[in-house]
T-cell receptor, first 117, second 110 residues
Framework: DSGVTQTPKHLITATGQRVTLRCSPR?????VYWYQQSLDQGLQFLIQ???????AKGNILERFSAQQFPDLHSELNLSSLELGDSALYFC????????????????FGPGTRLTVL | GQNIDQPTEMTATEGAIVQINCTYQ??????LFWYQQHAGEAPTFLSY????GLEEKGRFSSFLSRSKGYSYLLLKELQMKDSASYLC???????????FGAGTRLFVKA
C-alpha cells in the first residue's frame, strides 16, 4: 500500500459524458501527478500540482482539467469523453517535486480504470 | 530534448540473471529511478541512483553512469513473479519534471 488513494476504482460511462477522478496523496506529500496509461502503453504524463499550484503540464487534452485543493487532494476532470479516453488513470504523489532527487520519488495510487462505451 | 530509451521486451529463465538497460538524454540530471509495474497495477518504486556506481538491494541492483547517460537494473535469481514491466525515470533540475521511459516488459519462463 503506497498511501495514495484513488476513487473510484472503476468507472464505466458513455461518449460525450463528463467524469471526475479523485486522488488523496500520501500524508505530508505536496506534489500530485496525473498519468494516463492506455492498454499495453507507457505512462503518459498529464499534469503536476505542487501545494495547490500547477507545476508542470504534459500532453493533457483541453477537454481534461485538474486542480489541487487546500487539503492537497486532487481531482482530474475529463469531459466530452471519447472512446479513446478509455485507460487507466494513475495519480502519484511525492514529498517535493521541485527540489529533485530522492524527494521526487513518486508513489502511485491503485488507479482508476475508465471505460468509455 | 528529453529522451529515455529502454528495450521493449526481454525474456529470461527462472533462476537466471537479467540486465535491463536504460539510456537517457535530458537537460539536467538529478537522479534516476527504477519502478516495477505488474500488468494492470500501479508502478512501485524499486531504486534511486544519483551518483555513479552500483546500488544493491536484495536481488535487485541498479547501476548509473552519468557521463554515459546510462543505467541498468540487474535482477538476480529470477522468479516467476518478476514478470512485469520495468520503468526507467529521470529527474531533472531547474524545474524539469521527472520523465518516464516506455518500460521494458520482462517475461520470466520456467
Amino acid at each position: 500500500d503506497s498511501g495514495v488513494t484513488q476513487t473510484p476504482k472503476h468507472l464505466i460511462t458513455a461518449t460525450g459524458q463528463r467524469v471526475t477522478l479523485r486522488c488523496s496523496p500520501r500524508s505530508g506529500d505536496l506534489s500530485v501527478y496525473w498519468y494516463q496509461q492506455s492498454l499495453d502503453q507507457g505512462l503518459q504524463f498529464l499534469i503536476q500540482y505542487y501545494n495547490g499550484e500547477e507545476r508542470a503540464k504534459g500532453n493533457i487534452l483541453e477537454r481534461f482539467s485538474a486542480q489541487q485543493f487546500p487539503d492537497l487532494h486532487s481531482e482530474l476532470n475529463l469531459s466530452s469523453l471519447e472512446l479513446g479516453d478509455s485507460a487507466l488513470y494513475f495519480c502519484a504523489s511525492s514529498a517535493d517535486g521541485l527540489a529533485g532527487g530522492l524527494q521526487d520519488t513518486q508513489y502511485f495510487g491503485p488507479g482508476t480504470r475508465l471505460t468509455v462505451l | 530534448g528529453q529522451n529515455i530509451d529502454q528495450p521493449t521486451e526481454m525474456t529470461a529463465t527462472e533462476g537466471a540473471i537479467v540486465q535491463i538497460n536504460c539510456t537517457y538524454q535530458t537537460s539536467g540530471f538529478n537522479g534516476l529511478f527504477w519502478y516495477q509495474q505488474h500488468a494492470g497495477e500501479a508502478p512501485t518504486f524499486l531504486s534511486y541512483n544519483v551518483l555513479d556506481g552500483l546500488e544493491e538491494k536484495g536481488r535487485f541492483s541498479s547501476f548509473l553512469s552519468r557521463s554515459k547517460g546510462y543505467s541498468y537494473l540487474l535482477l538476480k535469481e529470477l522468479q516467476m513473479k518478476d514478470s512485469a514491466s520495468y520503468l526507467c525515470a529521470v529527474s531533472g533540475t531547474g524545474g524539469f519534471k521527472t520523465i518516464f521511459g516506455a518500460g521494458t516488459r520482462l517475461f520470466v519462463k520456467a
